[in-house]
């Protein structure tokens, strides 16, 4: 019924992006199909994912039990089976945390009201210009009573909204910005004031759908038909593409062509997996022989830090944020990337000195109960799944693969942990891949195809997802450090 | 904290001195450590390792042990620990994974002794052995326990965790081959030293991750624990299972943990987050510290008994980049600022009174007084089981009865079941509740109620006996439309049962008919039910847009043109047609239905005006023939609420501002109610004492809150609901928008069933079918309490109207009131 409802505003919905953009192609063909009185809604076909190939995922029908179970649970919660679900489900155990925590987030006893945490959603997924999960939310947020006028902008909203902006701004970006000038900013803004309680559950959100805008873009998920860019009224003969149809932005058509010609290097690729198997052989045998000073250590991190900055794809081109998103945020210009281009220095943030388990954990659950145990678990989950395989590869031990990414990740964002060689990141994580991990996590409006493809050309797509799992739950570890820190000076 | 005391230990020749001082560190503290002469304190932390002597004004610094050009990772200490031997020897655990010795007998500036680079992690904790000189264990995020004999060069033994992090290990200081490990995932283990294949024992200490463990100094086997669930818990270890004996909740996780010197029963513990100072618990009183410190102006890191055979000095670091010793003495104690005496009423007027022993004991020696001379008092007293705490607290609880098996306060439910609260024209709401007062024989309520009729209803209707048809018509055009339920239909097996079994403490309520905005979620109705008797009639909260959802449910099965459909409107609409409706077409409806609904009442009710207030009618309806506008009296009524309300007899004064509603909002919002809260109100015409104003709110509130709290005590749900449905004051209609998440649990494996009302998820079994349509009902279920067949309300009404026996072919006879 829900879903039913929710398809009939996207059409009605003043959203629509071909409107914005004014296509004539479009128009032209509408008018065709408004004389005949009906419009039949066509799935674009590309399956849940546009960079995984539609028979590699999961067909609803042919789901086991566990996987059922949570199909069920996933449509109760959401009404809809949404495309990140169905990509998710290559890792049940994971889905089953992470559908847990979104229901307890967006429908269950919380200090914030239904519409200001849907509001909150897209304003978070707008900062990376995901029109995917801008337009899941636009339909929740009117369907729980919504005022659709707040649509329209930030600067619509109340002021208690647009005060979140900046930290939104500064959250998803350069989060180790932020200070307890901003919290308290947030604080102490009289009648537009946030509660402590308010706050812990914004910042939780924030971070969440910037981390999940990392998945949608990092796994391709393609739009649900019944929202912008999921669906056409042409007929399938119809062989000129509009590109108004894929408002991701990502121009899938010429990747497609494109990447047909990438499969030739079969061999080189089997001989990548062969090659970071043995580097990890030899990492972990030979890691007690040579000692590297300490010096050397805090150097291996600052490098790491530095180049991490620089790692950057070389169409490195500008993205035009689609109109209808960019209206949920102001200061389109603020990105990661500024920053990296300027050089801006880092700071460092030990996590022996603040970390998750210890105290974010316990700063959450006393403000907004029951959620730090969620989070808790799911971080677990996403940190310690394994299933001892690699490619082709069984019973291997991928614990030292996984805690490279993770680290790496933390890298980026300054978060370093005392007791890691960050010279092992050099040696597992190779270019292309280190580029496709950056950009998901730092610009994930720019993921390619190309990108998806040309890291680990061995590994199942399985894996990549499960690579995906790790960059958005070591994000969103790190934003919330930073932000939970913050909170916890304001405190004392 | 000016107030300083200076405390003389002697122990054993040495003395102690000193006072509560403190002193300032470059950088954050993450653990202290004191010397075996308690003269001096190590100090450990990212950047900082240094030595302090503690004298007996003031810390002097002693040494600095981060010496070298280039500050090293193997500096930033995570934990230091003193050998309590051995007065040269130190160890500490640095963050990126080494075990450091350190000699103060060098002669050189660098006293680093000896290195340990085994473990893969940060080291969390080292520890030393308490008698044995050599030996040294080590706790590290990898999982792993490492013990060195310090004179060679790598690990003697190696004890796995099972790959869970490692947060603190204590050797046992009574057992000379055991030591203790605290994990992550909130286990503790007990290990043998000489067994590294497999610990001796283990068991799960708290929920998430145990930070802390530490022996009790002279109790063998006494292990206190402390984790990230905010409790400390006491364990006896020498009983074949680790037997839990106390357990102290805090307010923050618990970072650490330390038994206090020569006091059996004391611990001090410090908090990771949040809560930045040191307690101090008497364990067998686990709600109160016996003493606080309060000094610390960020998280308390470490802690540390100056001596272990003196109880009076505390050693603490702290992340504000301080070191201070506290004294006992000088501690703040929450237990003298606690108020010991507690006193409440119970439901049926008894009291209940706690108070020190002491106090008490004194008092009854000179016959206290003797509250309600109408009533014999009994007098209780429970003596404390456990052994007595020493001088700190033994309370005796006194508890004076009213009569036993006294009908006390049956009125009280008598009354709330059979008022008639709104859906009848004023004036017969006001007949009726008059005549459930007299029958009840409170006859001055019975005439205040007629008076209040006399006022505000029209005077030339006034004594026809047609009351319930023509008095509707011209009369009452004000009355607030909001529920025609009626108490009378549903409350008699609600009342029975709720209204006088005080005995049975823990009765549940069989309703029948669940509100959805009832707040019914009793947890022992969820662990008992069983399949014969589930109050199936579910209706869940947390199942986004319930209200369209639970119309269109079974849409098939609604008859929507059936014109009584029986399911009340009550259950569904909740707030939206509660605000002001204007008389209308379902105005008229409702009047006509009223005689049907209450039946002999009704009928009753146009005789009302009979004995003792009929002299009183004349008299007002003289008032009335002189034109007096009935906003003469809205002084007088408000006055009349108040003196209800100061009389404690709440009912009253809410049963008629609910049943004057609109009219009395009027008159005295300016005066009394200013609580309408719908925002529709025109501003205040004299807002010239906003104070009196707020005053008026809150105690209107209080009215209001206080009578649902006592219509929740005696189980009348209906009732309660349905007053706060009605009242005009935001703050208490909306105590029915929270919390209305229902739960339900399985009828055949009587789990809960977490995600949907209708389908469990382990036996995929629809929770409830409908005996007649066969179909699951997710909305209201009625049952048959004897064969405990049921279905959809209407189906089985409908069934029932043409066959007696029942729909599931059991041969049953049910019946349906």
């Known amino acids: 019924m829900r879903l039913a409802t929710a398809a009939s505003e996207a059409y009605t919905t003043p959203l629509a992006v071909s409107e914005l953009l004014g296509c004539k192609q479009c128009a032209a063909g509408r008018d065709q199909d408004e004389e005949l009185g009906i419009r039949i809604p066509r799935p674009l076909g590309q399956g849940p994912s546009r960079f995984i190939p539609e028979k590699e995922i999961l067909q609803v029908g042919s789901e086991d039990a566990q996987m059922h179970a949570l199909f069920a649970d996933s449509f109760a919660a959401l009404g809809r089976l949404d ?410 | 904290m000016e107030k300083m005391s200076r405390v003389t230990t002697a122990l054993g020749g040495s003395v102690l001195t000193g006072r509560t001082m403190h002193c300032h560190l470059d950088a954050p503290a ?139 290990v204590q050797f046992s200081i009574r057992d000379y081959f055991t030591f203790a490990s605290t994990f992550e995932n909130g286990n503790v283990q007990l290990w043998d030293i000489r067994r590294p294949d497999r610990c001796e024992r283990m068991f799960t200490a708290h929920n998430g991750p145990v930070f802390c463990c530490d022996w009790h100094p002279e109790d063998r086997g006494w292990l206190a624990t402390g984790g990230r669930d905010k409790m400390v818990k006491v364990w006896d270890m020498t009983t074949h299972r680790a037997k839990e004996m106390h357990c102290v ?60 055979h003196d109880p009076s000095f505390l050693l603490s670091g702290s992340k504000d980049s301080s070191l201070c010793q506290h004294l006992f003495r000088d501690a703040s104690q929450p237990v003298e600022r606690a108020n010991p005496e507690g006193l409440c009423y119970g439901l049926f007027g008894d009291l209940a009174f706690a108070a020190k022993e002491s106090l008490v004991a004194a008092e009854s020696g000179r016959k206290p007084y003797t509250g309600d001379r109408r009533h014999p008092i009994f007098f209780k007293r429970k003596l404390d089981p456990a052994e007595p705490f020493a001088g700190l607290a033994s309370s005796a609880l006194s508890v004076f009865e009213t009569e036993p098996g006294g009908s006390a306060m049956r009125w009280f439910v008598d009354t709330a079941e059979r008022y008639a609260l709104a859906g009848r024209p004023l004036a017969e709401l006001c007949d009726h509740n008059a005549k459930v007062a007299r029958e009840l024989g409170r006859n001055q309520v019975a005439q205040t109620w007629t008076m209040l009729r006399t006022i505000y209803c029209s005077p030339g209707l006034l004594p026809t006996a047609n009351l319930s048809h023509s008095v509707g018509k011209g009369g009452s055009c004000g009355l607030q439309l909001m529920n025609s339920f009626n108490l009378k239909d549903m409350a008699p097996g609600l009342g029975s049962e709720t209204r006088l079994d005080r005995s049975k403490g823990d009765a549940r309520s069989d309703t029948v008919l669940l509100d959805s905005s009832a707040t019914l979620i009793t947890n022992e109705d969820n662990e008992e039910t ?150 529709r109100l025109p501003l205040k015409r004299f807002a010239l004492h906003p104070d009196s104003d707020r005053q008026a709110l809150l105690s209107q509130e209080h009215w209001y809150t206080s009578y649902i709290d006592l219509l929740q005590r005696f189980r009348l749900w209906n009732v309660s609901n349905e007053v706060v449905k009605l009242s005009t004051s935001r703050a208490v209609s909306c105590l029915n928008q929270a919390s209305t998440t229902l739960h339900v649990n399985c009828s055949h494996c009587k789990r809960p069933m977490s995600s949907r009302g209708w389908v469990c998820d382990r036996c995929h079994r629809c929770a409830s079918m409908c005996a007649v349509c066969h179909h699951v009902v997710k909305g209201l279920f009625v049952w048959c309490q004897g064969c405990s067949h049921g279905g959809h309300l209407q189906h089985i009404m409908k069934w029932l109207e043409g066959s007696s026996h029942c729909p599931a072919g059991c041969g049953h006879l049910c019946e349906y009131s």
């Open chain 1, 83 to 492: 495309n990140i679900t169905l990509v998710m489900v290559f890792h049940p155990q994971y889905l089953e945390s992470f559908l847990k925590t979104q229901h307890y987030l967006l429908q269950m006893d919380g200090p914030l009201p239904l519409h200001y945490r849907h509001y909150i959603g897209i304003m978070a997924a707008a900062r990376h210009q995901c029109s995917y999960l801008v337009n899941l939310h636009v339909n929740d947020f009117l369907h729980v009573g919504g005022d659709p006028k707040w649509l329209n902008g930030l600067e619509n909203a109340p002021q208690k909204l647009q005060n979140l902006g900046e930290l939104n701004k500064v959250l998803a970006h350069r989060p180790w910005l932020i200070t307890k000038e901003h919290i308290e900013g947030l604080l102490k803004a009289e009648e537009h004031s946030w509660s402590l309680a308010e706050l812990v559950h914004a910042v939780v959100l924030l971070t969440h759908y910037h981390s999940l805008a990392s998945f949608t873009f990092g796994c391709g998920i393609s739009p649900e038909i019944h929202c912008d860019g999921g669906h056409t009224f042409r007929p399938p003969s119809v062989s000129n593409y509009c590109i108004c149809d894929i408002t991701n932005g990502n121009h899938s058509v010429d990747e497609m062509q494109v990447n047909s010609a990438e499969n030739v290097s079969v061999s080189d690729s089997f001989f990548e997996v062969e090659a970071l198997m043995e580097k990890m052989r030899q990492l972990q045998e030979c890691r007690d022989e040579e000692e590297a000073s300490q010096e050397e250590m805090a150097s291996r991190f600052e490098i790491e830090k530095r180049e991490s900055m620089f790692v950057f794809s070389s169409d490195d081109e500008e993205v035009t944020p689609a109109r209808d998103v960019s209206r949920h945020f102001e200061d389109t210009s603020y990105g990661y990337k500024d920053f990296s281009r300027h050089g801006m220095h880092v700071p460092t943030f030990r996590v022996q000195d603040y970390c998750w388990e210890d105290h974010g954990y316990s700063l959450v659950n006393r403000l907004y109960p029951d959620v730090g145990q969620l989070i808790d678990e799911k971080f677990h989950i996403a940190y310690n799944l394994t299933y001892n395989t690699m490619a082709m590869h069984k019973d291997v031990d991928t614990s030292m693969l996984r805690r490279a990414i993770w680290n790496y990740i933390h890298c980026m964002f300054g978060i370093r942990y005392d007791d890691y060689d960050y010279g092992e990141i050099n040696q597992l994580l190779d270019r292309s891949f280190k580029v496709y991990i950056k950009t998901v996590v730092c610009t994930p409006e720019k993921v390619t195809k190309r990108m998806y493809d040309s890291f680990w050309r061995q590994f199942k797509h399985s894996e990549k997802v499960h690579v995906n799992l790790l960059l958005i739950e070591a994000r969103m570890q790190a934003e919330l450090l930073y932000a939970l820190r913050a909170i916890t000076r304001y405190m004392t």
């Open chain 2, 30 to 168: 993450n653990a202290i450590s004191v010397c075996r002469d308690a003269a001096q304190v190590v100090v450990a932390g990212r950047s900082i390792f240094k030595i302090y002597a503690i004298e007996e004004e003031q810390f002097v610094e002693k040494l600095n042990l981060r010496v070298g050009r280039k500050p090293s990772l193997n500096l930033s200490c995570a934990d230091v620990v003193w050998h309590q031997m051995d007065e040269n020897l130190l160890a500490t655990a640095a963050t990126n994974g080494v075990v450091v010795t350190w000699n103060l007998g060098r002669p050189s500036r660098n006293k680093q002794d000896q290195l340990f680079t085994e473990h893969k992690r940060t080291v969390n904790k080292v520890c030393f052995h308490p008698t044995e000189a050599h030996v040294l264990l080590s706790g590290s995020q990898d999982g792993f326990m490492k013990c060195f004999d310090l004179r060679r060069k790598d690990s003697v033994s190696t004890f796995s965790g099972q790959s869970e992090s490692v947060r603190d």
């Open chain 2, 249 to 308: 909740q805090t307010i923050a996780s618990v970072a650490r943990v330390k038994w206090r010197p020569e006091c059996r029963h004391h611990l001090a513990t410090c908090s990771m987050m949040v809560d930045h100072n040191i307690y101090v618990w008497d364990v067998r009183r686990p709600f109160v510290p016996a003493a606080m410190f309060e000094e610390h102006r960020d998280v308390t890191t470490g802690i540390a008994w100056r001596h272990p």
């Open chain 2, 530 to 679: 069983e399949g014969s008797d589930v109050p199936a009639d579910y209706l869940l909260g947390d199942v986004e847009g319930e209200d369209d959802e639970l119309y269109l449910l079974d849409p098939e099965h609604t008859h929507p043109e059936e014109p009584e459909c029986v399911l009340p409107q009550e259950a569904f609409p909740l707030r939206h047609e509660i605000v002001d409706t204007p008389p209308g077409p379902e105005h008229l409806q409702d009047k006509a239905d009223s005689p049907h609904v209450s039946g002999s009442e009704a009928d009753v009710a146009s005789l009302a005006p009979m004995d003792s207030s009929f002299s009183l009618l004349s008299v007002s309806h003289a008032l009335y023939d002189s034109r007096l506008p009935p906003d003469f009296f809205s002084v007088l009524v408000r006055d009349m609420l108040h003196f209800y309300a100061e009389q404690g007899d709440v009912q009253m004064a809410v049963s008629v501002l609910i049943v004057l509603g609109e009219r009395v909002r009027k008159d005295i919002d300016e005066q009394t109610q200013v609580c309408g809260g719908r925002g």
